[in-house]
């Protein structure tokens, strides 16, 4: 089973950046689309980026599009989630997932295997 271990959250203040990265255990993450999802305080986990297992296709939640980006280096068995012009309502955990097939699901029931999360803190 895949370990994935998140890094990079912190505080930073509205329009600021930061880069979050998600380092995976095994040597064949290549096989596994992966995503990013958040969770604020009192709401529902939401999907944030998709990539697929190539890193060729890529897909963003409307709230982030234009913002973030995701990428993957298969040869360091790491995802990244680039975060720019961050705002307040983008405070939360931070979670990568891990799931296997073609596709690029939105739900967090779609993927199997999961971090601990990292935290994200936007000032205004």
């Known amino acids: 089973q895949v370990q994935l271990v998140e890094s990079g959250g912190g505080l930073v203040q509205d329009g600021g950046s930061l880069r979050l990265s998600c380092a995976a255990s095994?040597?064949?993450?290549?096989?596994?689309?992966m995503g990013w999802f958040r969770q604020a305080p009192g709401k529902e986990r939401e999907f944030v980026a998709a990539?697929?297992?190539?890193?060729?296709?890529?897909y963003y939640a409307d709230s982030v599009k234009g913002r973030f980006t995701i990428s993957r280096d298969n040869a360091k068995n790491t995802v990244y989630l680039q975060m720019n012009s961050l705002k307040p309502v983008d405070t939360a955990v931070y979670y990568c997932?891990?799931?296997?097939?073609?596709?690029?699901?939105?739900?967090?029931?779609?993927?199997?295997?999961w971090g601990q999360g990292t935290q994200v803190t936007v000032s205004s």
């Open positions: 997932a891990a799931g296997t097939g073609a596709v690029l699901p939105t739900t967090p029931r779609a993927y199997d295997h």
């Open positions: 095994e040597r064949t993450v290549s096989t596994y689309r």
């Open positions: 990539i697929n297992r190539s890193g060729s296709i890529t």
